[in-house]
């Protein structure tokens, strides 16, 4: 995946218009990648919370050889 910066974005979006004709776009992208930020926060929380859950469930599981070997 090709990681483009939000000046790029923008540059890409205004390429062929008039100047001065921006047409709020520079708002609606500095507001998706604020969503973006915030679904990623989010993910980053749930594969923190699977990684938490993964390791107590490893080390019960560890626990439980023990006491039947």
């Known amino acids: 995946m090709t990681v483009i910066s939000l000046e790029e974005r923008l540059a890409k979006e205004l390429a062929g218009r008039p100047l001065g004709c921006t047409e709020g ?8 990648d604020g ?3 915030a679904e990623l926060g989010h993910m980053r929380g749930v ?23």
């Open 25 to 32: 776009r520079a708002d609606d992208i500095a507001e998706e």
């Open 35 to 37: 969503e973006t930020l």
């Open 47 to 69: 594969a923190d919370m699977a990684y938490v859950a993964l390791s107590d469930l490893a080390l019960h599981c560890h626990g439980r050889r023990e006491d039947v070997a």
